[in-house]
């Protein structure tokens, strides 16, 4: 097994078999076609947001840039620690869409402890509007280390 990323391997045969069926005929486009909407249902139901926009993008680092471009502003600065996934495996792109700064905390063992993150948020904020301001921290429950 290779757990490099989520789109280094082949589709699985019922994926496959899914998409020529949703390939057989024609559909409306640009997200109005039915099965556009039934994950729309679906994924309103799951998260008890009946008024949930919902997009689907084609990768994690897609998914990952685009969230966090939705909730900073330019000039924000999202805290993340040194070895988070967005600062070590995204290729800028939480950056390039955001157009916030990533502000790297220090940690043992990929955590973030109050003193890193108390540290770089003095970092920050200090300089008014011509300073990084504090945006939102990023958090995860797993690290790139394992």
């Known amino acids: 097994m290779r757990f ?3 789109n280094t391997s082949g589709a699985a045969p019922e994926i496959m078999a899914a998409i020529l069926k949703a390939n057989d005929g024609y559909e409306r486009s640009y997200g ?3 099965a556009m909407e039934r994950v729309t249902d679906l994924v309103r139901d799951l998260f008890e947001a009946p008024q949930a926009e919902v997009r689907l993008v084609a990768t994690g680092t897609a998914a990952n840039a685009l969230a966090i471009a939705t909730h900073v502003q330019p000039w924000d600065g999202v805290f993340c620690h040194r ?20 502000v790297l905390v220090s940690g043992e063992h990929g955590k973030i402890t109050p003193d890193g993150l108390g540290q ?3 970092t920050t904020g200090e300089s008014g509007v011509h300073g990084v301001q504090r945006g939102m921290l990023s958090l995860t429950n797993v690290t790139e280390a394992g």
């Open 4 to 6: 490099a990323s989520d």
């Open 32 to 34: 109005a076609d039915a």
């Open 83 to 102: 070895h988070a996934h967005i600062a070590e495996d995204e290729c800028n792109a939480p950056e390039f869409y955001s157009g916030a700064k990533l």
């Open 120 to 122: 770089a948020l003095a």
